[in-house]
Protein backbone atom coordinates (compact mmCIF):
# COMPACT_ATOMS: atom_id res chain seq x y z
CA UNK A 1 0.00 0.00 0.00
CA UNK A 2 1.14 3.45 -1.06
CA UNK A 3 1.93 5.80 1.84
CA UNK A 4 -0.33 8.80 1.96
CA UNK A 5 0.90 12.23 1.59
CA UNK A 6 -0.34 15.92 1.69
CA UNK A 7 1.65 18.83 0.23
CA UNK A 8 0.94 22.63 1.38
CA UNK A 9 2.28 24.89 -1.16
CA UNK A 10 2.17 28.45 -2.34
CA UNK A 11 3.25 27.12 -5.70
CA UNK A 12 6.17 28.43 -7.25
CA UNK A 13 8.98 27.18 -9.27
CA UNK A 14 11.00 25.60 -6.94
CA UNK A 15 7.92 23.81 -5.32
CA UNK A 16 6.42 22.74 -9.09
CA UNK A 17 9.35 20.83 -9.33
CA UNK A 18 8.63 19.29 -5.46
CA UNK A 19 5.54 18.97 -6.26
CA UNK A 20 7.12 16.74 -9.67
CA UNK A 21 8.87 14.63 -6.98
CA UNK A 22 6.43 13.61 -4.95
CA UNK A 23 4.27 12.60 -8.31
CA UNK A 24 7.39 10.13 -9.32
CA UNK A 25 7.68 8.77 -6.29
CA UNK A 26 6.15 5.25 -6.42
CA UNK A 27 5.79 4.74 -2.74
CA UNK A 28 3.54 7.50 -2.00
CA UNK A 29 -0.04 8.40 -3.10
CA UNK A 30 -0.85 12.54 -3.29
CA UNK A 31 -4.24 12.42 -1.61
CA UNK A 32 -4.50 16.36 -1.73
CA UNK A 33 -3.01 19.98 -1.86
CA UNK A 34 -3.48 22.80 -0.14
CA UNK A 35 -2.49 26.45 -1.59
CA UNK A 36 -1.64 28.74 0.61
CA UNK A 37 -0.66 32.70 -0.04
CA UNK A 38 3.34 33.24 -0.60
CA UNK A 39 5.04 33.26 -3.55
CA UNK A 40 2.23 34.67 -5.38
CA UNK A 41 -1.19 35.45 -4.77
CA UNK A 42 -3.66 32.64 -4.14
CA UNK A 43 -5.33 33.22 -7.08
CA UNK A 44 -2.31 32.40 -8.91
CA UNK A 45 -1.23 29.20 -6.61
CA UNK A 46 -5.06 27.93 -7.50
CA UNK A 47 -4.08 28.34 -11.50
CA UNK A 48 -0.39 26.50 -10.84
CA UNK A 49 -1.14 23.49 -8.80
CA UNK A 50 -3.27 22.18 -11.85
CA UNK A 51 -1.17 23.30 -14.58
CA UNK A 52 2.06 20.73 -12.42
CA UNK A 53 -0.13 18.10 -12.18
CA UNK A 54 -1.11 18.30 -15.66
CA UNK A 55 2.37 18.59 -16.61
CA UNK A 56 2.99 15.35 -15.08
CA UNK A 57 -0.67 13.45 -16.29
CA UNK A 58 -1.36 12.99 -12.98
CA UNK A 59 -4.60 11.72 -11.58
CA UNK A 60 -7.69 13.77 -10.51
CA UNK A 61 -5.96 15.14 -6.77
CA UNK A 62 -8.09 17.39 -5.19
CA UNK A 63 -6.81 20.84 -4.63
CA UNK A 64 -7.82 23.08 -1.90
CA UNK A 65 -7.98 26.94 -1.28
CA UNK A 66 -6.46 27.84 1.66
CA UNK A 67 -5.48 31.45 3.51
CA UNK A 68 -5.27 33.98 0.48
CA UNK A 69 -2.91 36.44 3.52
CA UNK A 70 -0.77 35.98 6.77
CA UNK A 71 -2.32 36.00 9.95
CA UNK A 72 -1.79 39.24 10.93
CA UNK A 73 0.76 40.80 8.48
CA UNK A 74 0.27 42.37 4.85
CA UNK A 75 0.92 39.80 2.26
CA UNK A 76 4.22 40.00 0.58
CA UNK A 77 5.17 37.91 -2.75
CA UNK A 78 8.52 36.85 -4.37
CA UNK A 79 7.19 37.59 -7.89
CA UNK A 80 10.15 39.26 -8.88
CA UNK A 81 12.39 35.55 -8.29
CA UNK A 82 9.38 33.52 -9.63
CA UNK A 83 8.03 35.37 -12.33
CA UNK A 84 4.58 37.52 -12.13
CA UNK A 85 2.37 33.96 -12.58
CA UNK A 86 4.58 32.21 -10.11
CA UNK A 87 6.28 29.89 -13.00
CA UNK A 88 8.49 31.77 -14.23
CA UNK A 89 6.50 33.83 -16.81
CA UNK A 90 6.79 30.18 -18.86
CA UNK A 91 2.92 31.10 -20.82
CA UNK A 92 1.31 28.00 -19.81
CA UNK A 93 -2.23 28.19 -20.15
CA UNK A 94 -4.60 27.49 -17.54
CA UNK A 95 -6.11 24.12 -16.74
CA UNK A 96 -9.69 23.01 -16.50
CA UNK A 97 -9.30 21.24 -13.23
CA UNK A 98 -11.88 22.09 -10.36
CA UNK A 99 -10.57 23.71 -6.94
CA UNK A 100 -12.50 21.98 -4.55
CA UNK A 101 -15.03 24.21 -2.32
CA UNK A 102 -13.87 22.66 0.43
CA UNK A 103 -11.68 25.04 2.25
CA UNK A 104 -7.42 24.20 2.54
CA UNK A 105 -7.80 24.15 6.40
CA UNK A 106 -10.61 21.98 7.23
CA UNK A 107 -9.27 19.66 4.00
CA UNK A 108 -5.60 19.45 5.84
CA UNK A 109 -7.56 18.38 8.69
CA UNK A 110 -10.20 15.64 7.35
CA UNK A 111 -7.56 14.16 5.60
CA UNK A 112 -5.14 13.35 8.43
CA UNK A 113 -8.40 12.34 10.38
CA UNK A 114 -9.19 10.06 7.41
CA UNK A 115 -5.45 8.46 6.69
CA UNK A 116 -3.57 8.38 10.50
CA UNK A 117 -0.24 8.17 9.40
CA UNK A 118 0.07 10.00 6.54
CA UNK A 119 2.82 12.96 5.69
CA UNK A 120 2.51 16.93 5.82
CA UNK A 121 5.23 18.73 3.31
CA UNK A 122 4.41 22.80 3.83
CA UNK A 123 6.29 24.34 0.87
CA UNK A 124 5.24 27.57 1.53
CA UNK A 125 4.17 30.12 4.56
CA UNK A 126 2.53 28.27 7.47
CA UNK A 127 -0.74 30.32 7.58
CA UNK A 128 -2.67 26.72 6.47
CA UNK A 129 -0.81 24.52 8.69
CA UNK A 130 -1.41 26.53 11.79
CA UNK A 131 -5.03 27.48 11.60
CA UNK A 132 -5.38 23.73 11.23
CA UNK A 133 -3.10 22.93 14.47
CA UNK A 134 -5.68 25.69 16.27
CA UNK A 135 -8.54 24.24 14.93
CA UNK A 136 -7.66 20.81 15.79
CA UNK A 137 -5.17 20.42 18.50
CA UNK A 138 -4.42 16.72 17.77
CA UNK A 139 -3.10 17.04 14.45
CA UNK A 140 0.31 16.11 14.92
CA UNK A 141 -0.74 12.71 16.79
CA UNK A 142 -2.98 12.16 13.64
CA UNK A 143 0.33 12.61 11.23
CA UNK A 144 2.87 10.73 10.83
CA UNK A 145 5.61 13.27 9.96
CA UNK A 146 6.00 17.02 8.70
CA UNK A 147 8.66 18.31 6.51
CA UNK A 148 9.16 22.19 6.69
CA UNK A 149 11.05 24.40 3.57
CA UNK A 150 11.87 27.76 5.84
CA UNK A 151 14.27 29.15 8.30
CA UNK A 152 17.52 30.99 8.14
CA UNK A 153 19.17 29.05 11.14
CA UNK A 154 22.04 30.51 10.94
CA UNK A 155 20.77 34.18 10.50
CA UNK A 156 21.78 33.94 6.62
CA UNK A 157 18.36 35.02 5.41
CA UNK A 158 17.25 35.63 1.82
CA UNK A 159 14.67 38.17 2.62
CA UNK A 160 16.29 40.21 5.09
CA UNK A 161 20.00 39.92 6.44
CA UNK A 162 18.39 37.15 8.68
CA UNK A 163 14.93 35.56 8.04
CA UNK A 164 13.87 33.22 5.16
CA UNK A 165 10.92 34.20 2.78
CA UNK A 166 8.55 31.53 4.29
CA UNK A 167 8.93 32.10 7.81
CA UNK A 168 8.98 36.05 7.18
CA UNK A 169 5.63 35.71 5.24
CA UNK A 170 3.87 35.00 8.37
CA UNK A 171 5.99 34.49 11.35
CA UNK A 172 3.53 34.37 13.56
CA UNK A 173 2.30 31.25 12.11
CA UNK A 174 5.45 29.80 11.74
CA UNK A 175 6.28 30.33 15.86
CA UNK A 176 2.35 28.78 16.37
CA UNK A 177 3.46 25.77 13.97
CA UNK A 178 6.53 25.35 15.68
CA UNK A 179 5.02 25.60 19.25
CA UNK A 180 2.14 22.94 18.76
CA UNK A 181 3.91 19.37 18.71
CA UNK A 182 4.22 18.60 14.76
CA UNK A 183 8.35 18.35 15.22
CA UNK A 184 8.85 19.01 11.60
CA UNK A 185 11.85 18.05 9.90
CA UNK A 186 13.17 21.20 8.33
CA UNK A 187 15.03 21.88 5.63
CA UNK A 188 16.81 25.58 5.83
CA UNK A 189 17.47 28.37 3.47
CA UNK A 190 20.93 27.65 4.60
CA UNK A 191 21.12 23.95 3.77
CA UNK A 192 19.66 24.97 0.45
CA UNK A 193 22.87 26.77 0.01
CA UNK A 194 24.90 24.15 1.05
CA UNK A 195 23.27 22.08 -1.54
CA UNK A 196 23.33 23.38 -5.03
CA UNK A 197 22.69 21.03 -8.25
CA UNK A 198 26.06 21.40 -10.15
CA UNK A 199 25.43 22.64 -13.71
CA UNK A 200 26.77 19.94 -15.42
CA UNK A 201 24.52 17.74 -12.93
CA UNK A 202 21.67 20.03 -13.49
CA UNK A 203 22.14 20.15 -17.42
CA UNK A 204 22.38 16.64 -17.90
CA UNK A 205 19.43 15.37 -15.36
CA UNK A 206 16.91 18.30 -16.86
CA UNK A 207 17.11 16.51 -19.99
CA UNK A 208 16.54 13.26 -18.81
CA UNK A 209 12.65 13.14 -19.82
CA UNK A 210 10.13 15.41 -21.37
CA UNK A 211 8.56 16.86 -18.27
CA UNK A 212 12.42 17.90 -17.53
CA UNK A 213 12.23 18.75 -21.15
CA UNK A 214 9.30 20.87 -22.03
CA UNK A 215 8.12 22.15 -18.58
CA UNK A 216 11.06 22.87 -16.08
CA UNK A 217 13.38 24.02 -18.13
CA UNK A 218 11.06 26.93 -19.58
CA UNK A 219 10.01 27.67 -15.76
CA UNK A 220 13.82 27.87 -14.33
CA UNK A 221 14.89 29.38 -17.08
CA UNK A 222 14.94 33.46 -15.27
CA UNK A 223 16.16 32.23 -12.03
CA UNK A 224 19.17 30.22 -13.84
CA UNK A 225 19.94 33.36 -15.63
CA UNK A 226 20.08 35.31 -12.56
CA UNK A 227 22.35 32.66 -10.59
CA UNK A 228 24.38 32.38 -13.34
CA UNK A 229 24.53 36.00 -13.31
CA UNK A 230 25.53 35.32 -9.57
CA UNK A 231 27.77 32.93 -10.42
CA UNK A 232 26.18 30.58 -7.80
CA UNK A 233 28.27 26.90 -8.47
CA UNK A 234 24.60 25.27 -9.13
CA UNK A 235 20.87 25.70 -8.98
CA UNK A 236 19.41 26.09 -5.48
CA UNK A 237 16.54 24.16 -5.03
CA UNK A 238 14.61 24.61 -1.38
CA UNK A 239 11.10 23.24 -1.73
CA UNK A 240 12.44 20.33 -3.45
CA UNK A 241 15.43 19.70 -0.93
CA UNK A 242 12.53 19.57 1.85
CA UNK A 243 10.40 16.84 -0.38
CA UNK A 244 14.14 14.89 -1.26
CA UNK A 245 14.59 14.60 2.67
CA UNK A 246 11.02 12.78 3.03
CA UNK A 247 11.63 10.35 -0.38
CA UNK A 248 14.95 9.69 0.22
CA UNK A 249 15.87 10.02 4.67
CA UNK A 250 19.38 8.91 3.60
CA UNK A 251 19.79 12.26 1.48
CA UNK A 252 19.97 14.43 4.16
CA UNK A 253 21.55 15.21 7.98
CA UNK A 254 20.22 16.62 10.58
CA UNK A 255 20.14 17.03 14.18
CA UNK A 256 17.73 17.92 16.74
CA UNK A 257 16.62 21.24 18.35
CA UNK A 258 14.43 24.19 19.23
CA UNK A 259 13.79 26.74 16.91
CA UNK A 260 11.88 30.07 17.82
CA UNK A 261 10.48 32.89 15.57
CA UNK A 262 10.86 36.05 16.33
CA UNK A 263 7.38 38.02 15.76
CA UNK A 264 8.65 41.42 16.49
CA UNK A 265 8.45 43.97 14.07
CA UNK A 266 11.96 45.00 13.75
CA UNK A 267 14.74 43.61 11.78
CA UNK A 268 14.87 40.56 13.56
CA UNK A 269 11.21 40.02 12.39
CA UNK A 270 10.79 36.01 11.04
CA UNK A 271 14.24 35.05 12.12
CA UNK A 272 14.51 31.53 13.38
CA UNK A 273 16.76 31.22 16.50
CA UNK A 274 17.97 27.50 17.93
CA UNK A 275 18.95 26.16 20.94
CA UNK A 276 20.77 23.26 20.87
CA UNK A 277 22.13 23.31 24.47
CA UNK A 278 18.86 23.83 26.09
CA UNK A 279 19.70 27.21 27.27
CA UNK A 280 15.65 27.78 27.35
CA UNK A 281 14.63 24.58 29.02
CA UNK A 282 12.71 23.57 26.33
CA UNK A 283 12.25 20.32 24.69
CA UNK A 284 13.29 20.15 20.73
CA UNK A 285 10.57 20.73 18.85
CA UNK A 286 12.47 20.38 15.64
CA UNK A 287 14.69 18.14 13.48
CA UNK A 288 17.07 20.32 11.30
CA UNK A 289 18.80 19.27 7.89
CA UNK A 290 21.97 20.61 7.67
CA UNK A 291 23.48 18.83 4.82
CA UNK A 292 22.46 16.75 1.78
CA UNK A 293 23.89 14.15 -0.57
CA UNK A 294 24.11 15.96 -3.95
CA UNK A 295 24.14 12.82 -6.38
CA UNK A 296 21.28 11.13 -4.39
CA UNK A 297 19.14 14.38 -4.91
CA UNK A 298 20.27 14.80 -8.35
CA UNK A 299 18.35 10.96 -9.15
CA UNK A 300 15.22 11.98 -7.24
CA UNK A 301 15.43 15.28 -9.42
CA UNK A 302 15.97 13.13 -12.55
CA UNK A 303 13.15 10.56 -11.92
CA UNK A 304 10.57 13.65 -11.49
CA UNK A 305 12.23 15.05 -14.86
CA UNK A 306 11.93 11.47 -16.33
CA UNK A 307 8.10 11.50 -16.26
CA UNK A 308 6.37 11.72 -19.48
CA UNK A 309 4.43 14.86 -20.05
CA UNK A 310 1.00 15.70 -20.15
CA UNK A 311 0.70 19.16 -21.59
CA UNK A 312 -0.52 20.25 -24.96
CA UNK A 313 2.00 23.23 -25.19
Known sequence: MKKKLIIDTDCGVDDAVAILMALAAPEYEVIGITCVNGNVALSKVLRNVPIVLDAAGAGPIPIF???????????VDA????GNDGLGDAGFLPSTRVISSEPAVTALIRLARENPGATLVALGPLTNVALALAIE??????????FIMGGAVQAVGNTTPVAEFNIYVDAEAAAMTFARGLNPIVATWEATLAAPIPWDVWDRIVHAGSVGTRFVTPIVAASIAR???RERTGILLPDPLAMAALLDPGCVVSFPSTIMVDT???IAHGMTALDTRGMLGMPHNAQIVSGADIARFAELLERAFRMDYGLAK
Do not use: M
Open 137 to 146: PALPQLLGAT
Open 264 to 266: SHG
Open 65 to 75: AGASRPLLSAP
Open 227 to 229: SRE
Open 79 to 82: AEVQ
